[in-house]
């Protein structure tokens, strides 16, 4: 089953979220990790890459990358 993404306007809010698509014409919410399961993972990341300070945004981008990563795999399954 494939997915296509796209972006919907939700009212007149400039706020976007992305929906997927699958190829029957469902509708998925991708899910969003939590706060605290990205700030947990940001945290191994950090512990993994010698507990070096000046790198939170980058670790924790990668961890909330990861995370959406990990669960649309899961959901594709």
Do not use: C, F, N
Not at 9 to 15: D, L, S
Not at 42 to 65: K, P
């Amino acid at each position: 089953m494939g997915l296509k993404t796209k972006k919907a306007a939700h009212g007149k809010k400039k706020h976007r979220a992305t929906e997927a698509i699958q190829s029957d014409g469902a509708q998925v919410t991708p899910h969003l990790p939590a706060h605290d399961e990205i700030k947990h993972r940001a945290y191994e990341i950090y512990l993994s890459q010698g507990a070096t300070d000046g790198h939170d945004l980058e670790d924790w981008l990668q961890a909330e990358r990861g995370l959406r990563e990990a669960s649309g795999k899961a959901a594709s399954e």
